[in-house]
């Protein structure tokens, strides 16, 4: 019997495969389990109910899904909206589809290392919001995870028992020596001094120079508001008052400056009177507005730039936090979350996280919470390598040619594959890591795995050349993979126990060397985040580059406190909190003492009603009605502008203030 030839499928076919793509994976052909996949696509056409309205017969349908002969690719150029509904779904769950076996069961670890509570981890919501930046090529990824499948092992999982070898440690070669780097490290050094090696004058000429130029064009706009260009020394003390406002919390902005009240705060209003802050707030650019209207009318187009308008910045504070400090040899990547629910494309929403929406930043940070380097994650990149996000993220902040070799890089499960540590081992960097079952390259042999009725404190092994993948019972199953560890160097923990006869008492359990390694070193990030919330600048804005600007702030200020204590042990000097250190800057960078007490400024002066030259003349001319004993008076008010008295036995203008 002849063969018939393949045929391209339809829309209709192709709604119907869609349907199955939903609840089962369709493998390749050549995949181990593709009889048992057939039979559930075989089921799932059985009971879906449009079968006969597309007009296929059960088998027709099944075999012409699953033929091979078809380019896959004319089914994504034909429905764009399907294309990102699986990617979608895998990052709302925390795969990285380049790198998980999507038809395996993915086993979710916490970001912050191994636990010992007994609650199931949450996923990582790693959702990516409104905006549709990812390219179809994730979707091709995707599908050729689906076919893939971790590495199978003929052998088994070794006990601790079992010998290990001693891995090949590259040697630790900084560029610089790590720490604080010249000229900070001569003599002792204020906050204002530390701070402006971020915020130098290179920084404030741009922000003065943008800020005028938006202003020029907010008022040729038609808005109404009072208007004078804003000099270098005026932006320090609006950068001091943010920073004033960071300690000093209050609801609104405008509560600084309210008066005649129980809460009437008297500093802001010696420094900048409200308006004219307000007004600074209302207008302040970091791009040059011109620049930004030739961007805006590339949208749409790959010159596009969607960081733009927080660009001249971003590079100044990336270069500023790699160049004034080195980091030490355990560094650690991860994400951050800036909340904002502005309306722009890379938004992204994390469901598991505390704050779900907003801009994700992937920061390199040292294990004191030094913020070394950070990228603002914008979709799907056009220079993307097509080995996974995660990969990407990775290979982009930990540079060889600025940090040197020898460096352990910490990552949690997203980010920690196979194909990642054996490339960081041949650039010279050494990886350690939490990883999830299901990934491409990960063991799946089960001989000898451990199992819920494994003893706590129990470890099972296997090295592949260069990479260790460790496995340990906690309260629940840790995963670890490294590649600069031994399995097992004597380290216990304490952990409670319940005995024979119900006591519960502490025992001594074994513990992996890359566990104890990984939650002392892994909290970089996370330490950092920390700090960052403490007198946070951050304020609720409807301008997205304006909640990037104060996040810029606040690293700045974090990062000068870092280094404040690490000056203050060079010197054997005991460093101030976090607190006082924000304190003293912004007092110095508005010029006034911080022990001074704050005297309001008084324009509540009396003044002659008439301002003509002829003094014989200036007590009868233009005389007012005093407002409090209805008298004639050549005298008024400089602020209030109402006529009052000013005699020996009559003083209405001392009644009326007090």
Same mark, same amino acid.
């Given at each position: 019997?002849?063969? @018939? ?54 088998? /027709? ?85 689906? %076919? ?10 070794? $006990? ?13 070669? =900084?560029?610089?020596? =790590? ?9 002792? @050094? ?10 130098? %004058?290179?920084?404030?000429? #741009? ?21 004078? !260009? ?40 010696? #420094? ?8 600074? +707030?209302?207008?302040?650019? *970091? ?13 749409? $187009? ?7 308008? #927080? ?42 996280? =505390? ?20 990228? *603002?994650?914008?979709? @799907? ?14 290979? +982009?902040?930990?540079?060889? !040619? ?23 081992? &041949? ?47 906690? $309260?629940?199953?840790? +995963? ?5 560890? $031994? ?14 006869? %119900?006591?519960? /008492? ?10 104890? &390694? ?5 909290? %970089?990030?996370?330490?950092?985040? &920390? ?16 909640? *990037? ?58 003044? =002659?009603?008439?301002?003509? &030259? ?24 400089? /602020? ?17 203030? #007090?």
């Amino acid at each position: 019997m002849k063969k @018939k030839p393949p045929v391209a499928p339809d829309s209709r076919l192709l709604a119907l495969y869609d349907n199955i793509r939903r609840n089962t994976v369709i493998p390749s052909a050549n995949h181990s389990g593709f009889r048992g996949e057939r039979e559930s696509a075989k089921y799932s056409l059985k009971t879906d109910k449009n079968m006969a309205k597309n007009g296929f017969a059960r088998e /027709e349908a099944i075999d012409l899904i699953f033929d091979d002969t078809w380019e896959e690719a004319d089914h994504d150029s034909s429905d764009p909206e399907s294309v990102y509904s699986d990617v979608e779904e895998a990052y709302a769950a925390g795969i990285d589809p380049d790198v998980d076996c999507v038809a395996s069961p993915v086993t979710y670890k916490e970001a912050n290392g191994p636990s010992t509570s007994n609650t199931t981890p949450p996923q990582r919501g790693r959702g990516r919001g409104r905006g549709r930046s990812h390219s179809r090529g994730h979707n091709h990824g995707l599908e050729e995870s689906r %076919g893939l499948s971790p590495v199978s092992h003929n052998g088994r999982w070794n $006990t601790e028992a079992d010998p290990d070898i001693v891995p090949n440690i590259p040697r630790f070669t =900084p560029k610089r020596i =790590p720490g604080v780097q010249p000229p900070l490290t001569f003599g002792k @050094k204020s906050p204002l001094d530390i701070f402006s090696q971020y915020f130098d %004058g290179e920084v404030i000429d #741009v922000l003065c120079a943008n800020t005028n130029k938006n202003a020029v064009r907010n008022l040729e706009r038609g808005r109404k508001f009072t208007w004078a !260009d804003v000099y270098p020394e005026e932006m320090k003390k609006y950068i001091g008052l943010l920073l004033y406002m960071g300690v000093m919390d209050l609801p609104k902005m405008r509560d600084f400056w309210r008066k005649k009240t129980l809460f009437h705060v008297p500093f802001p209003v010696t #420094v900048m009177s409200r308006d004219r802050f307000l007004a600074i +707030s209302c207008n302040l650019h *970091i791009s040059d507005p011109t620049e930004d209207a030739e961007n805006d009318k590339k949208r749409g $187009t790959e010159e596009y730039d969607c960081l733009h308008r #927080v660009q001249p910045l971003l590079d100044i504070m990336r270069n500023r936090c790699m160049s004034i400090y080195h980091p030490r040899q355990n560094i650690s990547v991860d994400e951050r979350m800036i909340a904002t629910k502005a309306r722009i494309s890379f938004k992204q929403y994390m469901k598991a996280k =505390p704050t779900k929406w907003g801009i994700i930043l992937y920061v390199l940070a040292d294990v004191n919470g030094y913020t070394i380097d950070f990228k *603002i994650y914008t979709g @799907k990149s056009k220079f993307a390598s097509g080995k996974g996000l995660s990969f990407d993220v990775v290979t +982009s902040l930990v540079n060889r !040619d600025y940090l040197g070799s020898g460096y352990v890089i910490y990552c949690d499960n997203f980010y920690t594959s196979p194909l990642l540590f054996r490339h960081l081992n &041949q650039l010279g960097f050494g990886a350690c890591g939490t990883y999830r079952e299901g990934r491409v390259g990960v063991p799946s042999t089960k001989q000898n795995a451990l199992n819920k009725r494994s003893p706590r404190g129990s470890i099972r092994w296997i090295r592949e050349d260069v990479l260790l993948f460790v496995k340990w019972m906690d $309260t629940r199953e840790v +995963s670890m993979c490294t590649t600069v560890h $031994t399995v097992y160097s004597g380290e216990t923990v304490l952990r409670w126990q319940t005995t024979e006869d %119900g006591r519960k /008492e502490r025992v001594t359990v074994p513990r992996p060397t890359a566990v104890q &390694q990984y939650n002392k070193y892994m909290g %970089g990030v996370d330490t950092s985040d &920390q700090m960052l919330g403490t007198n946070s600048v951050h304020r609720k804005t409807r301008k997205w580059y304006m909640t *990037i600007f104060q996040h810029y702030l606040d690293i700045a200020v974090t990062n000068s406190y870092i280094l404040h204590k690490e000056l203050s042990a060079i010197h054997h000097d005991k460093h101030m909190t976090r607190q006082s250190f924000q304190e003293l800057l912004a007092a110095q960078l508005t010029g006034v003492p911080l022990d001074g007490s704050p005297r309001e400024r008084c324009d509540h002066l009396p003044v =002659p009603v008439s301002d003509t &030259q002829d003094l014989s003349q200036r007590a009868s001319m233009g005389r007012r009605r005093c407002i409090r004993c209805k008298r004639s008076t050549p005298w008024k008010c400089q /602020e209030c502008d109402v006529g009052l008295c000013l005699q020996l036995d009559r003083n209405c203008f001392r009644e009326h203030h #007090v």
